[in-house]
């Protein structure tokens, strides 16, 4: 076959054609992305909409949660002798409620984890608590834990969860919690959220019969304030961990009738 020489001309306009085509492809695939891109952003607006009706609906379920764990422990603590039918009834009604509303915050709750904060985690945990539901109970708290920081709702969170380990004999893990929610005294504020931490801590101690350390914890506390720079605060922050030491003096004497040991804590508060 015979083929004619391309020359010089013929091949730029090839190229030109060639790279008119490719033009025309890539504008063509441009336009497509684009309108897959639009779409995309329609579908996101949409599924975000969902989303955030689904979020106000859980936040909806944990206040009716706090909520009737609140009233349900105002009908637990009904005399005796008003408990009629109409009482078991309301219970039993209440248990329904709150049964369902668990169920379904536990589902949310593993959708929107990252958007909850620390301080709603120990909130939903110290309902569940109040549930008796301790798997949950705990789970919450160290997820409350982990999101929390050294600002003064994330202290509360740390000394919540401490609490928590106290009263479900994890004396060990309590108190290194009771230490994580601790700061230097460089600030008098530092020094008033430490004597929360004293405060709550020598009382769990004495609750749980370790007269020694809630004793020792008084004497820590009380050494802080000394460097408080406020009169008027550091007055404050006495009267708080005074008290706190009585009402432990009262508990450790009704949970294990000492008189004697008793009275040490008695003297620590009166020194």
Same mark, same amino acid.
């Given at each position: 076959m015979y083929t004619y020489p391309i020359s010089s001309f013929d091949f730029i306009q090839l190229?030109?054609? &060639? =790279?008119?085509?490719?033009s025309i492809d890539t504008f063509?695939?441009?336009l497509s992305l684009f309108a897959v891109f639009i779409s995309f952003l329609g579908w996101r607006a949409r599924v975000y909409g969902l989303d955030q009706v689904d979020y106000d609906c859980f936040q909806k379920l944990i206040r009716e949660l706090v909520d009737i764990t609140n009233e349900w422990d105002l009908l637990q603590r009904t005399p005796l002798k008003r408990r009629d039918q109409s009482f078991e009834v309301r219970l039993n009604?209440? /248990?329904v409620k709150r049964a369902y509303i668990a169920?379904? !915050?536990?589902?949310?709750?593993? +959708?929107?984890? /990252? +958007? !909850?904060?620390?301080t709603q985690y120990s909130e939903l945990a110290k309902t569940f608590y109040a549930l008796f539901d301790l798997e949950r109970a705990e789970e919450y708290h160290k997820k409350a834990?982990?999101?929390?920081?050294?600002? %003064?709702?994330? &202290? %509360?969170?740390r000394r919540s969860y401490a609490d928590f380990l106290f009263l479900q004999g994890d004396i060990k893990q309590g108190r290194k919690m009771y230490e994580k929610s601790r700061l230097d005294n460089s600030t008098d504020i530092n020094i008033q959220r430490n004597i929360k931490s004293y405060g709550m801590? &020598?009382? /769990? =101690? %004495?609750? %749980?019969?370790?007269?020694?350390e809630a004793a020792e914890l008084y004497r820590r506390g009380m050494s802080c304030i000394n460097e408080v720079k406020s009169v008027l605060l550091a007055n404050r922050m006495r009267d708080s961990l005074n008290s706190k030491m009585k009402s432990a003096r009262e508990v450790y004497y009704t949970n294990y009738h000492d008189r004697e040991v008793g009275s040490i804590i008695g003297k620590s508060v009166n020194a």
């Open positions: 190229i030109k054609a &060639l =790279e008119s085509v490719v063509s695939l441009f009604c209440l /248990n169920d379904n !915050i536990g589902f949310y709750e593993k +959708r929107f984890s /990252n +958007r !909850i904060p620390a834990y982990q999101k929390s920081g050294t600002d %003064a709702l994330g &202290l %509360a969170v801590q &020598l009382y /769990n =101690e %004495a609750s %749980a019969g370790n007269i020694t």
